[in-house]
């Protein structure tokens, strides 16, 4: 098994899937962007990488000790992820255990009878008399990921599905997201075999039209987010832009539905120019230009050389070593994980009490009741 950064990437890869399937033309586009590894990228691949091993740990199998050693010693190893993997390990393998199947890590898939040259790993499969179960980890906390009709997620199942449906007789599928650090508990959804199927027919014209590099470039919030070609597309450039030369109409105000219809074109203006901005300061500094700008050193801030011999220096002078630290009170969550949920609860869960969130604004297509709704619901309840 290829370690997981040194493994190929299809043109059109599973997990990029929302996107080139939006807008079509980015997958070939893309493919004159430079790769850029960030390091919540390498601390998602450690993450993964421990993920297998604890899964084969929790199954009984022998693992290379010594692999296990290097990954729980590599810098960017911490506390949380040793938690949040252990989470998705346990889950693995106790559901599992409650489908009556087995869990299978890592599975390579062929996808090349929807996806034009496509093939994948997908972190889990738990294939039972019935069920196809896909379990996807993701350590990232930038966006929380719904498993509802998730692309990724169906189109690892319709590949799946190819290699095992001559064994077990499947009927329905469960897609799951375990994303331990925004959402205490994975989340699932669950849909009809026929219904996977008739995804993969809707996937195959898109597909083959994305491998092409036609079709529409469809610039948005959502599509551009993790696309390679944001930083210079110019279809994201132009879309932006023509949001700025609004018509004018009423001669001094904005309607409220104005306001809707710009809130929702601009919704990607402050990502791309942050996007910009890193851009132009990456070609300064790697020697090219970018007309009327240039890179300065910018704010700097003292930290210790050596805390240890300072903090020595300053007793030796006098100083009590009790009045060099503060004591900060654990936040509730951590309190929580300290004591184990059930603990918590009976312990200190009457000393909790949940203030009401601050107004936020939201697409209208957002699951979340309306603040007004939920107002007219307790004002209905009240008359009846
Ligand atoms: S930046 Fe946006 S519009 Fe441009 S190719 Fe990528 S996803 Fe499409």
Redesign the pocket.
């Known amino acids: 098994m290829p370690e997981h950064e040194n493994r190929a990437h299809a043109l059109l890869s599973a997990s990029g899937s929302h ?1 080139w399937m939006a ?1 079509t ?2 997958a070939r ?2 493919e004159c962007c430079e790769n850029r590894t960030s390091d919540a990228a390498k601390e998602g691949t450690l993450a993964h990488e421990l993920c297998e091993i604890k899964v084969a740990i929790l199954r009984g199998e022998e693992v290379n000790e010594s692999d296990y050693e290097k990954l729980l010693n590599d810098p960017m190893y911490t506390e949380e992820m040793g938690v949040c993997t252990n989470n998705y390990a346990e889950f693995c393998v106790e559901t599992a255990k409650e489908e009556n199947g087995l869990p299978i890590i890592e599975v390579e898939l062929d996808l090349t009878a929807y996806i034009p040259e496509g093939f994948g790993t997908v972190d889990c499969v738990i294939v039972s008399e019935k069920t196809l179960h896909i379990i996807d980890f993701k350590y990232g906390q930038g966006v929380d990921v719904s498993p509802v009709e998730n692309s990724q997620l169906m189109i690892y199942a319709l590949g799946a599905y190819d290699l095992y449906s001559s064994f077990y007789d499947f009927e329905n599928v469960k897609l799951t997201i375990v994303q331990p650090r925004l959402s205490a508990e994975p989340k699932t959804w669950e849909c009809s075999i026929q219904d996977l199927l008739d995804f993969g027919e809707r996937l195959k014209p898109v597909a083959a039209l994305a491998f092409k590099g036609g079709g529409e ?3 948005s919030e959502h ?2 987010l993790f ?1 390679k ?2 930083y210079t ?1 110019r ?2 450039a132009d879309k932006n832009l023509s949001t700025m030369f609004l018509q004018e109409k009423d001669p001094y105000t904005l309607s409220n539905d104005e306001i809707g219809e710009i809130l929702a074109k601009v919704a990607d203006f402050p990502k791309w120019i942050k996007d910009l901005e890193d851009y132009a300061l990456e070609q300064l500094l790697a020697g090219n230009e970018i007309k009327g700008y240039k890179a300065v050193e910018g704010r700097s801030s003292r930290v210790w050389s050596d805390e240890k011999k300072a903090f020595e220096t300053i007793i030796k002078d006098g100083t009590e070593e009790k009045d060099l630290y503060e004591t900060v009170p654990l936040s509730l969550a951590k309190i929580e994980k300290l004591l184990g949920k059930k603990k918590f609860a009976s312990l200190v869960g009457g000393y909790v009490t949940k203030s009401q969130g601050k107004p936020t604004l939201t697409l209208s297509s957002d699951i979340r009741p309306s603040i007004q709704d939920v107002k007219s619901m307790f004002t209905e309840e009240g008359e009846n």
């Open positions: 996107r807008c033309p980015s586009l893309e470039f469809a610039p599509t551009c696309c070609a944001k597309c279809a994201r």
